[in-house]
T-cell receptor, first 113, second 112 residues
Framework: DAKTTQPTSMDCAEGRAANLPCNHSTISGNEYVYWYRQIHSQGPQYIIH???NNETNEMASLIITEDRKSSTLILPHATLRDTAVYYC??????????????FGPGTSLSVIP | DAGITQSPRHKVTETGTPVTLRCHQTENHRYMYWYRQDPGHGLRLIHY???????DKGEVSDGYSVSRSKTEDFLLTLESATSSQTSVYFCAITRQSGNTIYFGEGSWLTVV
């Protein structure tokens, strides 16, 4: 699986959009971009994933650049409960990609009142 | 909720004792994983399983063994616990229908 790089930490004002970037310059054509978050003392929570088109669900939006070398997770109206560590990973979505999935250190997002 | 139950949720044990953590799933997922999480290291893969009796090592497998004798249970064993194995351990699964990984709520292990 390709490696990702993310900023170590970010701040966001409550009610504003939080934009979390991720670089994955070595991503392969069959690899998806996944985002997870981890609130303190809880297990990581799946947020969203995408291949090349932008995706949106009830939690967030995912914007993937045309060259697929980077992406941005958008939390449209951040709340204090969105304070968490956010992980970006890439992996293939096929029958053979059951093997190890590596998480990097992620981005620690602090939502400020 | 992916039907994952980890036990015990909290344990304190002494150095040199064996410890087994259990991950139980109720939805017949084929792929299961054990991660540990420590400050400054993020999530690190210990071992994973791609079926009954089929397991493989992750990036930090030294000092750990696993077993999967039935689909629903993935056991992580510390044969002789050390203080460096004090950590939070997360079990995870991949559903049959896709590769999204879902995590359990964690097991806090303290080795004194």
């Amino acid at each position: 699986d390709a490696k990702t790089t993310q900023p170590t930490s970010m701040d966001c004002a409550e009610g504003r959009a939080a934009n979390l970037p991720c670089n994955h310059s070595t991503i392969s054509g069959n690899e998806y971009v996944y985002w997870y978050r981890q609130i303190h003392s809880q297990g990581p929570q799946y947020i969203i994933h995408g291949l090349k088109n932008n995706e949106t669900n009830e939690m967030a939006s995912l914007i993937i650049t045309e060259d697929r070398k980077s992406s941005t997770l958008i939390l449209p109206h951040a709340t204090l409960r969105d304070t968490a560590v956010y992980y970006c990973i890439v992996r293939a979505l096929d029958k053979t990609s059951y093997d190890k999935v590596i998480f990097g250190p992620g981005t620690s997002l602090s939502v400020i009142p | 909720d992916a039907g994952i139950t980890q036990s015990p949720r909290h344990k304190v044990t002494e150095t040199g004792t064996p410890v087994t953590l259990r991950c139980h799933q109720t939805e017949n997922h084929r792929y299961m994983y054990w991660y540990r999480q420590d400050p400054g290291h993020g999530l690190r893969l210990i071992h994973y399983s791609y079926g009954v009796k089929d397991t493989d090592k992750g990036e930090v497998s030294d000092g750990y063994s696993v077993s999967r004798s039935k689909t629903e249970d993935f056991l992580l064993t510390l044969e002789s616990a050390t203080s460096s194995q004090t950590s939070v351990y997360f079990c995870a699964i991949t559903r049959q229908s896709g590769n999204t990984i879902y995590f359990g709520e964690g097991s806090w292990l303290t080795v004194v």
